[in-house]
């Protein structure tokens, strides 16, 4: 599908295939973009190939259950246009970080792609948005969200131990505060 959806583009981008798959149908794409400048680099650490390219294009037609490759891909700022299915659009905030496509309109995959070959703004926009997006999804970022989750459910009291920081206390003009009763140290 991606080969058929960038078809007409190739003069004014390129297409870079990374991944392995079944040698069978490896052959069979490389035979379908025979007459295309399409480069297939096979197996590459996503670090190193999200670097090489300005748009990250994923293509599929399961459902994915999750999206780390995307996420990888905003940490190093490229926007992502994915299929419709899975995880993928929960990932992907249309317009902003990326667009969604349908596998069953191929034609929605090349509107996509002739959006960001049109309007380079564009491109330079959801490259900072993704990079932008990126911070949300940072484990650390999460771990905030899931305990100002349960503080919430918790009436909003902060942890004890939290409470009692260093920090906390400092901010409060308690020094040297022990739990073990009024002593100042």
Same mark, same amino acid.
Not at 25 to 54: H, I, P, T
Not at 83 to 106: A, D, M, Y
Not at 131 to 142: E, I, V
């Given at each position: 599908?991606?080969?058929?959806?960038?078809?007409?583009?190739?003069?004014?981008?390129?297409?870079?295939?990374?991944?392995?798959?079944?040698?069978?149908?490896?052959?069979?794409?490389?035979?379908?973009?025979? #007459? &295309?400048?399409?480069?297939?680099? @096979?197996? %590459?650490?996503? /670090? +190193? *190939?999200?670097?090489? $390219?300005? !748009?990250?294009?994923?293509? #599929? &037609?399961?459902?994915?259950?999750? @999206?780390? %490759?995307?996420? /990888? +891909? *905003?940490?190093?700022? $490229?926007? !992502?246009?994915?299929?419709?299915?899975?995880?993928?659009?929960?990932?992907?905030?249309?317009?902003?970080?990326? *667009?969604?496509?349908?596998?069953?309109?191929?034609?929605?995959?090349?509107?996509?792609?002739?959006?960001?070959?049109?309007?380079?703004?564009?491109?330079?926009?959801?490259?900072?948005?993704?990079?932008?997006?990126?911070?949300?999804?940072?484990?650390?970022?999460?771990?905030?969200?899931?305990?100002?989750?349960?503080?919430?459910?918790?009436?909003?009291?902060?942890?004890?131990?939290?409470?009692?920081?260093?920090?906390?206390?400092?901010?409060?003009?308690?020094?040297?505060?022990?739990?073990?009763?009024?002593?100042?140290?």
């Amino acid at each position: 599908m991606l080969i058929g959806a960038a078809a007409p583009l190739l003069k004014e981008c390129e297409l870079r295939i990374a991944g392995q798959g079944p040698p069978g149908y490896v052959e069979k794409l490389k035979k379908r973009a025979a #007459s &295309l400048d399409v480069q297939f680099v @096979g197996f %590459v650490k996503a /670090e +190193a *190939f999200l670097a090489e $390219v300005d !748009v990250l294009v994923i293509p #599929s &037609l399961w459902n994915e259950p999750s @999206g780390m %490759v995307i996420i /990888e +891909a *905003f940490a190093q700022g $490229v926007p !992502v246009i994915g299929s419709n299915r899975g995880g993928i659009p929960e990932c992907i905030e249309e317009n902003k970080t990326g *667009f969604l496509f349908s596998p069953e309109r191929p034609e929605s995959l090349t509107a996509a792609l002739e959006r960001f070959i049109s309007d380079r703004d564009l491109l330079a926009r959801m490259q900072v948005d993704a990079l932008s997006k990126s911070y949300d999804l940072l484990p650390s970022r999460m771990i905030d969200g899931y305990l100002a989750v349960y503080e919430k459910a918790l009436g909003d009291t902060p942890h004890r131990e939290e409470q009692s920081s260093p920090d906390a206390l400092l901010q409060r003009g308690q020094r040297g505060h022990c739990d073990t009763g009024d002593i100042n140290l």
